[in-house]
């Protein structure tokens, strides 16, 4: 069975304060991404890599950073949290392609 | 740039009836489709896909998904739904002949299945 596990599962951070979240995969697939959720805008993609060292923007990337330290691990930092962060964020993984994504459970983030 | 639009916010019906839930899509070149489910609180689930070859696709659950390049269109049916199937349904597209699997998602749809 795929597996996409995230942590932490809720966060609650600061105006300007750092977050860091954590996505782990044992699928042993080359690509992740980072999406968030917002209500009226459906998913939307930050973030993506093809393998370890590689990080790729997305739609949307302003505000945030990725790390991809090994084939398991992809991380999305927020060096300057700000409110209009508030989010639902999701990692996936997939082979890429034409392939399907799988998605971890999601982080609610609420940036006071 | 692809964009996928989903008309209806919201979709009641019971158990028993049929329903469709629709997706529009808009890009230039050749793409792949997919549908994703997402039940309350719970990460995105894979329904199907159309890459090539038979418009009518099959997924898990008894969903299909029909694909018309001259509507531009990927709607999503079940003949006779559960209430289990009260969810988040999301129409996704992505560009062929690449290998990001970068997916552009509609906005999607909830569905409320009535016992």
């Known amino acids: 069975e795929a597996a996409v596990t995230q942590s932490p599962r809720n966060k609650v951070a600061v105006t300007g304060g750092k977050v860091t979240l954590s996505c782990n995969q044992t699928n042993n697939h080359n690509n992740m991404y980072w999406y968030r959720q917002d209500t009226g805008h459906g998913l939307r993609l930050i973030h993506y890599s093809y393998g370890a060292g590689s990080t790729e923007k997305g739609d949307i990337p302003d505000g945030y950073k990725a790390s991809r330290p090994s084939q398991e691990n992809f991380s999305l930092i927020l060096e300057l949290a700000t409110p209009s962060q508030t989010s639902v964020y999701f990692c996936?993984?997939?082979?890429?392609?034409?392939?399907?994504?799988?998605f971890g459970p999601g982080t609610r983030l609420t940036v006071l | 740039t692809q964009t996928v639009s989903q008309s209806d916010a919201h979709v009641t019906v019971f158990e028993g009836d049929s329903v469709e839930l629709r997706c529009n899509y808009s890009y230039g070149g050749s793409i792949y489709l997919s549908w994703y489910i997402q039940h309350h609180g719970r990460g995105l689930q894979f329904l199907l896909k159309y890459y090539s070859g038979n418009p009518v696709v099959q997924g898990v659950n008894g969903f299909e998904a029909e694909f018309s390049k001259s509507d531009s269109s990927f709607h999503l049916r079940k003949a006779s739904v559960h209430w289990s199937d009260s969810a988040v349904y999301f129409c996704?597209?992505?560009?062929?002949?690449?290998?990001?699997?970068?997916?552009?998602f509609g906005h999607g749809t909830i569905l409320r299945v009535h016992p």
């Open positions: 996704a597209v992505s560009a062929t002949g690449a290998n990001t699997g970068k997916l552009t």
């Open positions: 996936a993984s997939g082979h890429g392609g034409a392939s399907e994504q799988y």
